[in-house]
T-cell receptor, first 114, second 111 residues
Framework: DAEITQSPRHKITETGRQVTLACHQT?????MFWYRQDLGHGLRLIHY???????NKGEVSDGYSVSRSNTEDLPLTLESAASSQTSVYFC?????????????FGEGSWLTVV | GESVGLHLPTLSVQEGDNSIINCAYS??????FIWYKQESGKGPQFIID?????DKRQGQRVTVLLNKTVKHLSLQIAATQPGDSAVYFC??????????FGTGTRLKVLA
């Protein structure tokens, strides 16, 4: 079955360190997304990509970057981790452009910045 | 402002009863809606979706109702089971990347 795999599932890092969260999807979807989920908030969009070499900022992109070198992977990098970036991160994907595309999620990466 | 919200943060139901989870949205331009189930420690799982040209859609034990007049979405779960205990949230879609997610309702199934 097609799926989205995130790694690591849990990580503790120190303030100021660079962290990369991996996301790999086997849906062969064009669109990939990174969200963060915090108490009291719905999922908030960090970055998204419509395809290889395409990346776009979402509503909470400060301090994060992504790259898309192939269809399957969209790694999320925290350039210099901050305590405010302690959160649960979800990678997601959808098939094509336009509305009406179901968005599928990975199992999440729990990040703690100390 | 733009928002997708839920009326009840926690819903407790007896096993075997039907559950109804509600969601309000504010943008009439949204044309696609999704319900997700999220269990503790896991990612959101797709349950059912509905397009704005429909007012009802049924799946296995679940039904989604869309009332565009009052901008209201509901998820009905028939014969609620212990495995249905989770957080449920709705999402509205307005474009390729524009998904607005609600904060969720926790469903507790009482034995």
């Amino acid at each position: 079955d097609a799926e989205i795999t995130q790694s690591p599932r849990h990580k503790i890092t120190e303030t100021g360190r660079q962290v990369t969260l991996a996301c790999h999807q086997t849906w062969n979807h064009n669109n990939m997304f990174w969200y963060r989920q915090d108490l009291g908030h719905g999922l908030r969009l960090i970055h998204y990509s419509y395809g290889v070499q395409d990346t776009n900022k979402g509503e909470v992109s400060d301090g994060y970057s992504v790259s898309r070198s192939n269809t399957e992977d969209l790694p999320l990098t925290l350039e210099s981790a901050a305590s405010s970036q302690t959160s649960v991160y979800f990678c997601a994907s959808s098939e094509s452009q336009g509305t009406g595309n179901t968005i599928y999620f990975g199992e999440g990466s729990w990040l703690t910045v100390v | 402002g733009e928002s997708v919200g839920l009326h009840l943060p926690t819903l407790s139901v007896q096993e075997g009863d039907n559950s109804i989870i509600n969601c309000a949205y504010s943008n009439s331009a949204s044309d696609y809606f999704i319900w997700y189930k999220q269990e503790s420690g896991k990612g959101p799982q797709f349950i059912i979706d509905i397009r704005s040209n429909m007012d009802k859609r049924q799946g296995q034990r679940v039904t989604v109702l869309l009332n565009k007049t009052v901008k209201h979405l509901s998820l009905q779960i028939a014969a609620t089971q212990p495995g249905d205990s989770a957080v449920y949230f709705c999402a509205e879609n307005r474009g390729t990347y524009k998904y607005i997610f609600g904060t969720g309702t926790r469903l507790k199934v009482l034995a």
